[in-house]
Structure formats: structure tokens, C-alpha cells
């Protein structure tokens, strides 16, 4: 007897939302996983790396490793403890991650990105693979409805002024184009699950490399967008999953063929605490036809707590990884 083939998922973002995604599909023995991740991180450690070493941004690479890495025994749970510490320390080490710092040593030592994520997937026996969406350095820019722009991630994530203006355009530069590890996975994979995250600046910021689009073109995936539970500031202000589906249509040429969405009420104190800094729930307000909306209790329950020396806000608020991995493998086998 034959073995069933394994479906190929292919995910794509970086950071939390990729990390949430992969740590509960890895569970799943009949799927082939690989992430895409995002290379135009600017900001907290990566980006001081970065700038230092003039490596490609590791953070997101760091984060999509550790969710597929095997957590069986207690070995494991340490060395994904220590991928993920990250230093509180006064000095110049201070707000760094273990795992970046490591990650670029293994860079330094073997001579390229490539080859120190080979060897950090061995360290930690990763379940899949993780694929830098380019081997070349690129920043993201955003241009504005008011004709302004802004060149680098993290003023586009964090700026140090909140203004009343929408993002019309995101593009990199310079000039890059698509690892070809990752149009591989592409073009030859049965899913493609963007998101969750914020919207441009680790979902899009993919889409932009050249030759995404054109991959996307060519694939025989079904596509599928796991909607964010809360606005972005800056970024999605007052859009509804329709805004971020026709939003993501318009980057990858593709509408996508599914979305799920929570419906479980959220917190009232962390929504308040939201509301401060100008954030909202998504609110399912319909979409196209041809994209069918997968709702349903996708939020996780257990309290986000901060990371002594993380300088970066992170979300209080998320998906639950083993929630969104049922879903995401019920629409894989077509299980309503």
C-alpha cells in the first residue's frame, strides 16, 4: 500500500502571527510545512544586528524555527527557551535575543544566511522549513495618501508620529528578487496561508519582492488569509476583513480562496487598553463571493505578558495555534 502524500503548506508573514500558525500545524503528521518569511525587519534587536553586521534581519527567521522546532523532551524546551531569551541587562547587550545573536555567529562562521538557518534547524530539529523571502537586503517603503513616504519597517510600524493618513503603496527598495527556495514552495504547494499579522509590514512585506506576485500567478494552492484580531494603528485604521482581503488581493493578484475570522468576544480590559493607542477589533463586514469566511473560537485564553528588555509593543491579543491549526486542516481536506 502506497502512503498518502503529505499536503504541502506553505505560510507566510513573519514574526507572532507565523510563529502561532506553524506551532500548531507542526502537530499535524500528514503535512510538509515550510514558512516564508519576511527580510525587512528594522526594528528592536533585528534591527540593531542588522545594522551592525550588515546581515539579513534574523528575528523573523528566529521566531518561525522555534515554532517548528521539536519541544518532546526537556532538552528541547531549553534550547527553545534560550533561541527565544532575550537580555535585560544594562549595556550594549541589553534588549538582545539569544537566538538572533546566534544566528548571526552561525551567519559569520558558515559564510551565509542559507547555511546558518540549515544549521540552526538541525540544533533545534525543526519539523519544516524556513525560507528568507530574499537573500538581499531591502527596506520597505510606504507611501501615503498625502504624497509622503517613509523608507524602513519600523518608522512604518512605530512612528514617532501618528498622523491622519492612509498607506496607498508599499514597495521595497532597492531592487531585489525571490529566493528561489521560496518560489519553489510556492508554485509547488497545495495551501498557501497568509497571515495573521500586521498587514503591510509582515504580510505584504513578502508580496512586494519581486517575482511573489508572479509565483503566486502560477500556483496550484488554494489560498487562505487568517484575518488579525485588531486594527493596526498606522496601518489599518478603521479597515474591516473586506479592506484587508481586497487589500491582500491587490498585492498577490489572487483573491483568496477562504479567510477565517474570529467571532469570540474579546477582553473587555485589554480592549480598552487597545482602544488607548487607537486600535479595534476586525470586524467581519463581508467580502466577496468567491472568498467563503471560516468563523468560529479562534482566540487564545492565556494572558500575553512583556519580555524584560523587549523595547517593541507587541500584541496582548491572540490566536490560539492549535485552534487555527484545526481550521486550517479542516479547510486543507475540505472538512466544513
Same mark, same amino acid.
Given at each position: 500500500?502506497?502512503?498518502?502524500?503529505?499536503?504541502?503548506?506553505?505560510?507566510?508573514?513573519?514574526?507572532?502571527?507565523?510563529?502561532?500558525?506553524?506551532?500548531?500545524?507542526?502537530?499535524?503528521?500528514?503535512?510538509?510545512?515550510?514558512?516564508?518569511?519576511?527580510?525587512?525587519?528594522?526594528?528592536?534587536?533585528?534591527?540593531?544586528?542588522?545594522?551592525?553586521?550588515?546581515?539579513? &534581519?534574523?528575528?523573523?527567521?528566529?521566531?518561525?524555527?522555534?515554532?517548528?522546532?521539536?519541544?518532546?523532551?526537556?532538552?528541547?524546551?531549553?534550547?527553545?527557551?534560550?533561541?527565544?531569551?532575550?537580555?535585560?541587562?544594562?549595556?550594549?547587550?541589553?534588549?538582545?535575543?539569544?537566538?538572533?545573536?546566534?544566528?548571526?555567529?552561525?551567519?559569520?562562521?558558515?559564510?551565509?544566511?542559507?547555511?546558518?538557518?540549515?544549521?540552526?534547524?538541525?540544533?533545534?530539529?525543526?519539523?519544516?522549513?524556513?525560507?528568507?523571502?530574499?537573500?538581499?537586503?531591502?527596506?520597505?517603503?510606504?507611501?501615503?495618501?498625502?504624497?509622503?513616504?517613509?523608507?524602513?519597517?519600523?518608522?512604518?510600524?512605530? &512612528?514617532?508620529?501618528?498622523?491622519?493618513?492612509?498607506?496607498?503603496?508599499?514597495?521595497?527598495?532597492?531592487?531585489?528578487?525571490?529566493?528561489?527556495?521560496?518560489?519553489?514552495?510556492?508554485?509547488?504547494?497545495?495551501?498557501? !496561508?497568509?497571515? &495573521?499579522?500586521?498587514?503591510?509590514?509582515?504580510?505584504?512585506?513578502?508580496? !512586494?519582492?519581486?517575482?511573489?506576485?508572479?509565483?503566486?500567478?502560477?500556483?496550484?494552492?488554494?489560498?487562505?488569509?487568517?484575518?488579525?484580531?485588531?486594527?493596526?494603528?498606522?496601518?489599518?485604521?478603521?479597515?474591516?476583513?473586506?479592506?484587508?482581503?481586497?487589500?491582500?488581493?491587490?498585492?498577490?493578484?489572487?483573491?483568496?480562496?477562504?479567510?477565517?475570522?474570529?467571532?469570540? &468576544?474579546?477582553?473587555?480590559?485589554?480592549?480598552?487598553?487597545?482602544?488607548?493607542?487607537?486600535?479595534?477589533?476586525?470586524?467581519?463586514?463581508?467580502?466577496?463571493?468567491?472568498?467563503?469566511?471560516?468563523?468560529?473560537?479562534?482566540?487564545?485564553?492565556?494572558?500575553?505578558?512583556?519580555?524584560?528588555?523587549?523595547?517593541?509593543?507587541?500584541?496582548?491579543?491572540?490566536?490560539?495555534?492549535?485552534?487555527?491549526?484545526?481550521?486550517?486542516?479542516?479547510?486543507?481536506?475540505?472538512?466544513?
Amino acid at each position: 500500500m502506497t502512503d498518502t502524500p503529505k499536503k504541502r503548506v506553505v505560510v507566510v508573514g513573519g514574526g507572532t502571527g507565523t510563529h502561532t500558525v506553524l506551532s500548531g500545524l507542526k502537530h499535524y503528521q500528514d503535512i510538509e510545512l515550510a514558512a516564508v518569511v519576511a527580510m525587512t525587519d528594522s526594528g528592536g534587536s533585528t534591527g540593531r544586528l542588522r545594522d551592525e553586521f550588515g546581515h539579513l &534581519p534574523v528575528g523573523d527567521v528566529r521566531m518561525a524555527l522555534v515554532a517548528l522546532a521539536r519541544e518532546t523532551g526537556a532538552d528541547d524546551q531549553l534550547l527553545r527557551r534560550l533561541f527565544l531569551h532575550r537580555f535585560a541587562t544594562k549595556g550594549d547587550i541589553s534588549g538582545h535575543n539569544f537566538g538572533n545573536l546566534l544566528l548571526m555567529a552561525l551567519t559569520d562562521l558558515l559564510g551565509s544566511e542559507d547555511a546558518a538557518i540549515e544549521a540552526a534547524s538541525q540544533v533545534l530539529r525543526v519539523s519544516g522549513t524556513v525560507i528568507p523571502v530574499t537573500r538581499e537586503k531591502v527596506n520597505l517603503t510606504a507611501t501615503y495618501d498625502d504624497g509622503s513616504f517613509v523608507i524602513g519597517e519600523h518608522l512604518i510600524d512605530e &512612528p514617532p508620529v501618528f498622523e491622519n493618513k492612509k498607506i496607498t503603496n508599499l514597495s521595497i527598495t532597492p531592487e531585489a528578487t525571490l529566493h528561489e527556495k521560496a518560489a519553489d514552495a510556492l508554485l509547488n504547494a497545495d495551501c498557501i !496561508v497568509f497571515g &495573521p499579522g500586521d498587514l503591510y509590514t509582515s504580510v505584504l512585506a513578502n508580496c !512586494v519582492i519581486p517575482g511573489f506576485k508572479e509565483a503566486i500567478a502560477k500556483t496550484q494552492a488554494s489560498i487562505v488569509y487568517v484575518s488579525n484580531l485588531m486594527t493596526k494603528r498606522g496601518q489599518t485604521d478603521a479597515m474591516g476583513l473586506r479592506a484587508h482581503i481586497d487589500t491582500l488581493t491587490e498585492y498577490i493578484g489572487r483573491t483568496p480562496h477562504s479567510a477565517i475570522a474570529n467571532t469570540t &468576544p474579546l477582553p473587555s480590559v485589554l480592549l480598552e487598553r487597545y482602544a488607548s493607542e487607537y486600535e479595534y477589533p476586525v470586524i467581519n463586514d463581508g467580502c466577496h463571493s468567491e472568498t467563503m469566511i471560516i468563523e468560529g473560537d479562534f482566540l487564545a485564553t492565556e494572558e500575553v505578558s512583556s519580555i524584560a528588555g523587549d523595547t517593541l509593543r507587541r500584541s496582548l491579543i491572540r490566536h490560539d495555534p492549535h485552534k487555527l491549526a484545526q481550521a486550517l486542516h479542516n479547510t486543507l481536506h475540505g472538512v466544513s
